[in-house]
T-cell receptor, first 114, second 115 residues
C-alpha cells in the first residue's frame, strides 16, 4: 500500500515568513499526491494535486508543491505566511486500489505568530 | 452550488447504542467515500461507493460497521453496539468519479462521542 509521512505535528511560523511543510511518500508506482487543508470544524479542502503533468504544482491561496522523485518528496511551500493560513494540513496519496481512496499523513497543525 | 453535507454535526451516545450517520454528496457525483479522523489513528479510509455498490469496504474496522447508499445519492454509515474507541470525526467525501487523481470534496464531518 502507498503511504505518506509528515514530520512535526505542530509547525509555528511568523507572519510573513516562509511556510514549509514536508511530505515524503512511499509508492511502488508513480503516485498521485495531494495536499488538503482543514480549518476548524470544517471538512478538508484541496490545496493542490500532483498527477504527473508538471513537477511544480501551484495551488490555491499562494501555496505550491514540488514533486521530487529522487527524494520521494512532495513538500508544500508558501513564500509569506498570513494569519489566515493557520489550519491543519494533510498530505495524501492515492492508494492505487483503482478507486482513488486516499491514504493520509498525520497532518501538520500550523500556527501563525503575528 | 451545495457541497457535501453531513448530519448530525455532533452525536453523543452511550456505549452499546446504535448510531446512524448521514451523508448527502454533491449532486451527480458517482463516487462516495467515508473516512474516520481520530486522534490516535489520523485519517483512515473506511469504505468506497460507486453508485449504490460498495466495491471496497476493506477499511471498515469491524462487523459492527456497515454502510449503504441509495439512489446513487445519500449514504448512511451505521455503527452498531458503539464502543468508546468509535469516538472520532466521521468524514464523507464525494467525487465525479472513482478514477485516480479525481478531486474529492469533503463534508464538515460528524463528531461522534461514545460515553
Amino acid at each position: 500500500a502507498q503511504s505518506v509521512t509528515q514530520l512535526g505535528s505542530h509547525v509555528s511560523v511568523s507572519e510573513g515568513a516562509l511556510v514549509l511543510l514536508r511530505c515524503n511518500y512511499s509508492s511502488s508506482v508513480p503516485p498521485y499526491l495531494f495536499w488538503y487543508v482543514q480549518y476548524p470544524n470544517q471538512g478538508l479542502q484541496l490545496l493542490l494535486k500532483y498527477t504527473s503533468a508538471a513537477t511544480l504544482v501551484k495551488g490555491i491561496n499562494g501555496f505550491e508543491a514540488e514533486f521530487k522523485k529522487s527524494e520521494t518528496s512532495f513538500h508544500l511551500t508558501k513564500p509569506s505566511a498570513h494569519m489566515s493560513d493557520a489550519a491543519e494540513y494533510f498530505c495524501a496519496v492515492s492508494d492505487w486500489y483503482g478507486n482513488n481512496r486516499l491514504a493520509f499523513g498525520k497532518g501538520n497543525q500550523v500556527v501563525v505568530i503575528p | 452550488g451545495a457541497g457535501v453535507s453531513q448530519s448530525p454535526s455532533n452525536k453523543v451516545t452511550e456505549k452499546g447504542k446504535d448510531v446512524e450517520l448521514r451523508c448527502d454528496p454533491i449532486s451527480g457525483h458517482t463516487a462516495l467515500y467515508w473516512y474516520r479522523q481520530s486522534l490516535g489513528q489520523g485519517l483512515e479510509f473506511l469504505i468506497y461507493f460507486q453508485g449504490n455498490s460498495a466495491p471496497d469496504k476493506s477499511g471498515l474496522p469491524s462487523d459492527r460497521f456497515s454502510a449503504e447508499r441509495t439512489g446513487g445519492s445519500v449514504s448512511t454509515l451505521t455503527i452498531q453496539r458503539t464502543q468508546q474507541e468509535d469516538s472520532a470525526v466521521y468524514l464523507c467525501a464525494s467525487s465525479v468519479s472513482g478514477r485516480d487523481s479525481t478531486e474529492q470534496f469533503f463534508g464538515p464531518g460528524t463528531r461522534l462521542t461514545v460515553l
